[in-house]
């Protein structure tokens, strides 16, 4: 979790810019993601030779024999004009070549400039960036997101980061496997495509070669996933968004996680023109979805395709979303889709009709019902995590209703004890086994019938279906009370007494 430390150190960082001259926040969140970029390939490049020494290929990844001039730690030890030269003239070449001329992410690098108007500033900002713990994944992620909580368009339309804790979840959930095909409609900066990086490292690593570092964290090589490496780098990966800055972060951000040529598009995946432009991915395409979807914003109806709207006739992209996964997953294919509360009971028809084409006519595996507090401080949101596989029909829904997740549901978010993420995932494992009684409705992971949610016009919210535990309170009889409470105003009145004569 970022530390208020880390928060003034951001600020101060952001106030340079500011007052150096550079007061759009967009920009300013670029530079400073070009900079980060910069040092983290750097750090990149020395895990590399570390498992380069191990294995005995070469140590050589982000910068040949002859680019060690580029390194973030040679080139931050220049002076002023020397190092604003350098950067201008010889490192943002080199991040916009990085990707190659004909890849997503070059794409996305092509244009990338070094903006920092004076050699004084971009010291400042190496200095203080150079301080950072960028070689922590997580910490790395809550600093990008402290950083875009800045941006004065945030939130416009509907977009905030998914918290990694429960990312990680959502992945564990569907178990991506390295020869499927991974997608987000709507992936920002790719923290679900990341986050199913990180477990496919994490699944396909011999144990000798994983490596702990000084801050506790770990390196997994993927050393077992050599004979998917192609897919990876080509096929597995696949994200949409319709804003610029997030796909230039998220094309940096899977790169530096070994995605080298993610296919990530700047789409707009409800309108008319992503199956024109994608057909492949547009429908049928993916074995894998996990997204956050928009839960509000600017919808021009005119612009859904129709399609969607045969399913959802609907303004609301919370819903259309949900339709769209659908289209887009392969029979057999799996999602787990983050959804306001509001999905889930929402009496619409458009809401009824999802609900009903998510349960008749595909398999609603799970409803994971989050606390409000997951995405403070930047929305207090209620949600939901919807587990499903498109087709066949729904047999029973587990619902589960968590309470904790590791940190305090206030806009402090501080760590505490209470965690049951991890139930989550042992009690959604668990109801694939056979013979797993999950009838219990006071427990937090409990099953449903589908003829009981068809009964309830299909609502979902869990509420409708959870029984409370109702313990047996036992109190003194009246008279008994009441001549306690005589006796207490007795004891009063003649303190009061003994008071008046002293007066």
């Known amino acids: 979790m970022i530390t208020n430390q880390l928060k003034?150190?951001?600020?101060?960082?952001?106030?340079?810019?500011?007052?150096?001259?550079?007061?759009?926040?967009?920009?300013?969140?670029?530079?400073?993601?070009?900079?980060?970029?910069?040092?983290?390939?750097?750090?990149?490049?020395?895990?590399?030779e570390k498992l380069a020494g191990r294995t005995g290929k070469s140590p050589h990844k982000n910068f040949g024999p002859e680019q060690q001039s580029l390194r973030w730690?040679?080139?931050?030890?220049?002076?002023?004009?020397?190092?604003?030269?350098?950067?201008?003239?010889?490192?943002?070449?080199?991040?916009?070549?990085l990707g190659g001329k004909n890849t997503t992410f070059g794409e996305y690098m092509k244009d990338a400039t070094c903006l920092v108007p004076k050699a004084s500033l971009l010291v400042s900002?190496?200095?203080?960036?150079?301080?950072?713990?960028?070689g922590n994944s997580d910490i790395k992620g809550d600093?990008?997101?402290?950083?875009?909580?800045?941006?004065?368009?945030?939130?416009?339309?509907?977009?905030?980061?998914?918290?990694?804790?429960?990312?990680?979840?959502?992945?564990?959930?569907?178990?991506?496997?390295?020869?499927?095909?991974?997608?987000?409609?709507a992936c920002g900066t790719a923290g679900f495509l990341v986050g199913a990086m990180e477990y496919l490292r994490r699944q396909y690593s011999s144990p000798e070669l994983v490596e702990t570092?000084?801050?506790?964290?770990?390196?997994?090589?993927?050393?077992?996933?050599?004979?998917?490496?192609?897919?990876?780098?080509?096929?597995?990966?696949?994200?949409?968004?319709?804003?610029?800055?997030?796909l230039r972060i998220a094309a940096m951000n899977l790169m530096l996680h070994g995605v080298e040529n993610p296919d990530i598009h700047y789409q707009d995946t409800?309108?008319?023109?992503?199956?024109?432009?994608?057909?492949?991915?547009?429908?049928?395409?993916?074995?894998?979805?996990?997204?956050n979807p928009p839960f509000k914003g600017s919808l021009d109806e005119e612009d859904v395709h129709p399609s969607l709207l045969k399913k959802v006739k609907t303004k609301k992209t919370e819903l259309l979303f949900v339709a769209l996964i659908l289209r887009m997953l392969k029979n057999g294919g799996r999602s787990a889709t983050i959804v306001p509360d509001g999905v889930l009971f929402g009496s619409s028809k458009a809401h009824v009709a999802l609900r009903q084409h998510l349960i008749d006519?595909?398999?609603?595996?799970?409803?994971?019902s989050l606390p409000s507090g997951v995405f403070k401080p930047y929305a207090g949101v209620s949600t939901a995590i919807l587990v499903f596989t498109k087709g066949g029909g729904t047999d029973d829904v587990l619902f589960y209703d968590v309470q904790a997740d590791g940190f305090s549901l206030d806009d402090k978010r501080q760590p505490?004890?209470?965690?049951?993420?991890?139930?989550?995932?042992?009690?959604?494992?668990?109801?694939?086994?056979?013979?797993?009684?999950?009838?219990?409705?006071?427990?937090?992971?409990?099953?449903?019938?589908?003829?009981?949610?068809?009964?309830?016009?299909?609502?979902?919210?869990?509420?409708?279906?959870?029984?409370?535990?109702?313990?047996?309170?036992?109190?003194?009889?009246?008279?008994?009370?009441?001549?306690?409470?005589?006796?207490?105003?007795?004891?009063?009145?003649?303190?009061?007494a003994q008071l008046e004569t002293m007066l």
Request: charge should be negative; proline fraction near 5%.
């Open 8 to 48: 003034n150190d951001i600020d101060r960082l952001w106030t340079e810019f500011w007052t150096g001259g550079i007061t759009n926040p967009l920009t300013v969140i670029e530079q400073i993601s070009f900079l980060m970029f910069a040092r983290l390939l750097d750090i990149d490049e020395t895990r590399f």
């Open 73 to 97: 730690k040679n080139w931050s030890e220049y002076g002023g004009e020397e190092m604003l030269h350098h950067v201008r003239d010889q490192v943002f070449p080199h991040l916009r070549d």
């Open 125 to 134: 900002a190496v200095t203080q960036i150079n301080l950072l713990p960028l």
């Open 143 to 185: 600093l990008y997101e402290y950083m875009l909580s800045k941006l004065s368009t945030a939130g416009i339309n509907g977009q905030f980061r998914t918290p990694r804790h429960v990312i990680k979840l959502m992945v564990e959930l569907l178990d991506p496997k390295p020869t499927e095909v991974v997608g987000d409609p």
């Open 213 to 246: 570092f000084a801050d506790g964290s770990k390196g997994y090589p993927g050393d077992r996933l050599e004979p998917y490496r192609e897919h990876i780098q080509n096929g597995l990966f696949h994200g949409f968004d319709f804003d610029v800055t997030m």
């Open 270 to 291: 409800l309108s008319k023109q992503f199956p024109e432009k994608f057909r492949q991915q547009a429908e049928a395409g993916f074995d894998v979805i996990l997204a």
């Open 361 to 368: 006519e595909n398999q609603l595996e799970a409803v994971i």
């Open 416 to 496: 505490i004890d209470g965690n049951d993420l991890p139930d989550v995932l042992a009690q959604y494992q668990k109801r694939r086994t056979a013979g797993t009684d999950f009838s219990d409705r006071t427990a937090k992971a409990f099953a449903v019938p589908v003829a009981d949610i068809r009964g309830n016009k299909y609502d979902l919210s869990i509420n409708r279906y959870k029984k409370a535990v109702r313990e047996e309170v036992k109190f003194d009889p009246p008279a008994e009370i009441l001549g306690r409470m005589k006796a207490l105003e007795a004891e009063i009145q003649a303190d009061m």
